[in-house]
């Protein structure tokens, strides 16, 4: 029987199997999380811990091995935001026109679009599904 995890990666993955694709991804979706967490820090660094938390729940929901690996990645790209001042705003809004961009045109490449256009939970699966990827090669059960 498929864990719920296991359907959403596949599901995500039936649109990133091209090569380019699946490059552009491994750039552009922490890029996105990133600039994501910047543009809400930028507000107020509340609102992005309130963000890490939603997701952490639903990272819950479905491997706590993935849930802790993004809470550290989530610590990793929260550092740089400390340091970035006034700077955040216009760094976070560049970096996520770019990634966006890179992410269709992965997807022009692949012909097919987008997961989170069908199911916005892949917004949440994309960087999961990275790691997950990550778990598999170094043999890190999730």
Request: glycine fraction near 8%.
């Amino acid at each position: 029987m498929n864990r719920r995890i296991d359907t959403l990666f596949e599901r995500y993955g039936e649109s990133h199997r091209h090569p380019t694709n699946n490059a552009i991804h491994w750039v552009c979706v922490p890029l996105i999380t990133w600039s994501l967490l910047a543009l809400l820090w930028s507000w107020s660094p509340a609102a992005a811990y309130v963000l890490i938390g939603v997701a952490m729940v639903f990272y819950l929901t479905l491997s706590f091995t993935i849930a802790a690996g993004m809470l550290a990645v989530s610590a990793i790209m929260v550092y740089p935001l400390t340091l970035l001042g006034g700077a955040t705003l216009p760094i976070a809004v560049a970096v996520f026109v770019v990634a966006w961009i890179g992410q269709f045109v992965g997807h022009r490449i692949e012909g097919k679009k987008p997961s989170f256009l069908e199911d916005v939970r892949f917004l949440l699966v994309g960087p999961a599904w990275l790691l997950g990827m990550l778990c598999r090669r170094v043999r890190i059960p999730y």
